[in-house]
């Protein structure tokens, strides 16, 4: 199930990044440091752009596995890491999975980084 995004007091919210407007707790740290780890890795990010530019904005792990020279295991639990991290949604078709991005993720990232 992915994980949201943190919630911070919505004074410091409105107006500031949560990294420079206040003090995150140790849940939102650590919620906001396992997003940033699960796009720490090359391969994870090109999956993230791979999914992004897929017609429909979503593609299937068939067609990812097709475009990277690594195993199927191996692109499977990566992806499983970008879900885990509430970055991707998973949706089963039949035997295939499909993974789009979660809608505002990584531009809700982005504004945590924000001065």
Known sequence: MP???????????????????????????????????????????????LVAASEGGEACVCDLNDQLDLSQPTVSHHLKLLVDAGLLTRSKRGVWSYYALVPGALPALADTLQV
């Not at 919620?31 to 990010?45: C, H």
């Open 3 to 49: 994980t949201e995004l943190p919630v911070l007091d919505t004074a410091v919210a409105g107006c500031c990044s949560p990294i420079t407007g206040g003090v995150m707790n140790d849940s939102e740290a650590t919620s906001l440091a396992a997003k940033f780890k699960a796009m720490g890795d090359p391969t994870r990010l090109r999956l993230l752009s």
